[in-house]
């Protein structure tokens, strides 16, 4: 039913893919290629060592489209349904998330009726009860089924756009970094007096004169390589390896920790002008990160 097109990840980092008013934050995944009168979606899967979730993010727009037509919401309501009796048979979990455009906090509306009826038949469960425009309602939710237990700590937050953010806990474990086993020498403990007295005294116990060079060379070997073990001896550890990140450099650091200093402050204030001067040095990190990528 959906054809799909692979999301290419630029740069090892975060999409962010604004679709319609529902932005959506993924490291890679699949796009549907809209097919829908009434809204419009993106469709991705997010996989950890533990499961894989097909994650729905949706966009219904409620105005009229460049002719003039605003689709009814029972047609809403219909194509919906399909998509998510299509995800029924999914062995993985789903997750529905976007901006659908029904007042849901209000159980007098009629579409709001509609829609609640048709989650319920299909075991999904709406999760945000709070407001989440500037304006009052909640117009932007997460739905998943009401058995899997997907999501938790859900909360919204005002932001920069006249929607709020909506925050919740993913419940998959995060893929563990791969690891090795590396042997060292604490070299810098050695003593070098003793290490020096033993040389000496272990050099000079060796037969020149009886023995050719080959075996010369072994037996010295032979010796330096206990002096090593009884001064610095082997130890074998376990390192994970990490992602290369030449690129991060001092400079964003300090430019990060000042971003969130400004953002706490405006998140304090609610004022426009601390907000403004949080965007500009939001621009500012973003600047000097795609700078350091592509000088390195």
């Known amino acids: 039913m959906y054809q799909t097109v692979k999301v290419i990840p630029v740069a090892r980092v975060l999409i ?42 949706l966009y219904r727009p409620d105005s009229k489209d460049n002719r003039g037509h605003r689709s009814p919401f029972g047609v809403f309501l219909d194509e919906f349904n399909i998509m998510v009796e299509h995800y029924s048979l999914h062995p993985s979990g789903v997750i529905y998330v976007g901006d659908f455009n029904i007042w849901v906090d209000d159980n007098l509306n009629s579409d709001n009726k509609s829609f609640q009826t048709l989650l319920s038949s299909h ?26 237990g997907l999501m938790t700590n859900f909360s919204v937050r005002p932001g920069l756009s006249d929607h709020f ?6 419940m998959l474990e995060k893929p563990p970094l791969a690891q090795k086993i590396v042997n060292t020498r ?12 033993d040389i000496i005294m272990s050099l000079s116990a060796l037969n020149a004169d009886d023995e050719d060079v080959d075996t010369l060379v072994q037996n010295y070997e032979l010796v330096m390589r206990k002096l ?17 990140t030449q690129w991060y450099n001092s400079n964003i650091h300090d430019a990060k920790c000042e971003r969130r200093r400004l953002e706490r402050k405006w998140r304090r204030s609610k004022l426009d002008i601390d907000c403004n001067i949080y965007k500009q040095h939001q621009h500012l990190v973003k600047k000097l990160i795609e700078n350091a990528k592509n000088q390195f």
């Open 228 to 244: 090593l073990d009884k001064h610095a001896p082997v130890k074998s550890r376990k390192i994970t390896i990490r992602p290369n």
């Open 123 to 148: 075991g999904l469960q709406q999760h945000i009860s709070e407001p989440t425009h500037r304006h009052g309602h909640i117009l932007d939710l997460i739905i998943t089924r009401g058995n899997e």
């Open 186 to 197: 604490r070299l810098r403990n050695i003593d070098t007096n003793a290490f020096s007295l």
């Open 165 to 170: 953010a909506i925050c919740g806990r993913l």
């Open 16 to 57: 962010v893919s604004h679709y319609g008013s529902a932005p959506f934050v993924f490291l890679s995944g699949h796009q549907c290629q809209p097919r829908h009168r009434s809204f419009e979606s993106l469709h991705a899967e997010i996989s950890s060592n533990s499961r894989s979730v097909r994650l729905v993010v």
